[in-house]
């Protein structure tokens, strides 16, 4: 069975960091694509950041230059590192991860941004 544990949230003044931690079980990453969402209150869930197997990133324009996304395969892992934390960054985040057919999502961790 897979599983997608998402970790990292928390709160933090604006200007600040954080690094989320996705970590999978029941799978290996190494060929999937691994994605962050992220949803605010009343807000559709919107895409933050993306990793494909080969390493190629994309990036929300929200959030290109402050965010990073990277990719642990031997620990099944994905992070996003966050600098620069805005009020607007403030939502859930949730972690996805899509193996042909296959996509999973996270639980989500809570981001607040207090400014």
């Known amino acids: 069975q897979v599983q997608l544990v998402d970790t990292g949230g928390g709160l933090v003044q604006v200007g600040g960091s954080l690094t989320l931690s996705c970590a999978a079980s029941?799978?290996?990453?190494?060929?999937?694509?691994m994605a962050w969402y992220r949803q605010a209150p009343g807000n559709q869930r919107q895409l933050v950041a993306s990793?494909?197997?080969?390493?190629?990133?994309y990036y929300a324009d929200s959030v290109k230059g402050r965010f990073t996304i990277s990719r642990d395969n031997a620990k099944a892992t994905v992070y996003l590192r966050m600098n620069s934390l805005k009020p607007e960054d403030t939502a859930v985040y949730y972690c996805?991860?899509?193996?042909?057919?296959?996509?999973?999502w996270g639980q989500g961790t809570q981001v607040t941004v207090s400014s």
């Open positions: 029941g799978i290996g990453i190494g060929g999937a694509v």
């Open positions: 996805k991860l899509t193996l042909g057919p296959r996509t999973s």
């Open positions: 990793v494909t197997p080969g390493g190629t990133t």
